[in-house]
């Protein structure tokens, strides 16, 4: 029983690179059929899931609150950073990052992939009017905002 257990499921990954690895090779859909997988950057770390619905949903958001969990995240992985949109006054989870720290520049790099993916995916900025988060400042500091003149 033990081998056709190990036939259904792949052996768990001993590294980060591992994780990446075997993350590349799966075709990860959610229960509707969206590719739920957009960023597996195996320079900077960082593995962004969301769908392209999820962005275009951010992207229509005026309020994201954003967190970041570090007691339930993978191994491997110092945090889960989460975007979350306002839809009809409730808050939902639209995005998930796992962030390899909590660094500034790390911060300011997922923050380029979500800009990056919303563009690409949606053909739309993603530049919040109002950002809520409930820790360190650091992440608000890193995402830019669009200034108007005027």
């Known amino acids: 029983m033990h081998r056709a257990r190990l036939a259904r499921h792949p052996t768990l990954p001993k590294s980060i690179e591992e994780t990446q690895n075997a993350i590349k090779n799966m075709d990860i859909q959610t229960n509707t059929g969206e590719f739920f997988l957009f960023v597996n950057d195996e320079g900077t770390k960082i593995i962004m899931f969301s769908t392209v619905s999820n962005l275009q949903l951010?992207?229509?958001?005026?309020?994201?609150?954003?967190?970041?969990?570090?007691?339930?995240?993978?191994?491997?992985?110092?945090?889960?950073?989460?975007?979350?949109?306002?839809?009809n006054n409730v808050y939902i989870p639209l995005v998930f990052l796992l962030l390899p720290g909590?660094?500034?520049?790390?911060?300011?790099?997922?923050?380029?992939?979500?800009?990056?993916?919303?563009?690409?995916?949606?053909?739309?900025?993603?530049?919040?009017?109002?950002?809520?988060?409930?820790?360190e400042l650091d992440p608000i500091h890193t995402q830019p905002h669009k200034h108007h003149n005027g």
Do not use: N, W
């Open 102 to 135: 909590k660094t500034k520049s790390i911060y300011k790099q997922a923050f380029q992939h979500v800009k990056s993916q919303c563009s690409s995916l949606v053909g739309k900025e993603f530049y919040p009017s109002e950002v809520f988060a409930d820790f």
């Open 58 to 87: 951010l992207c229509d958001s005026q309020r994201v609150f954003m967190d970041g969990t570090f007691k339930s995240c993978p191994k491997f992985y110092f945090q889960v950073f989460t975007l979350l949109g306002l839809k």
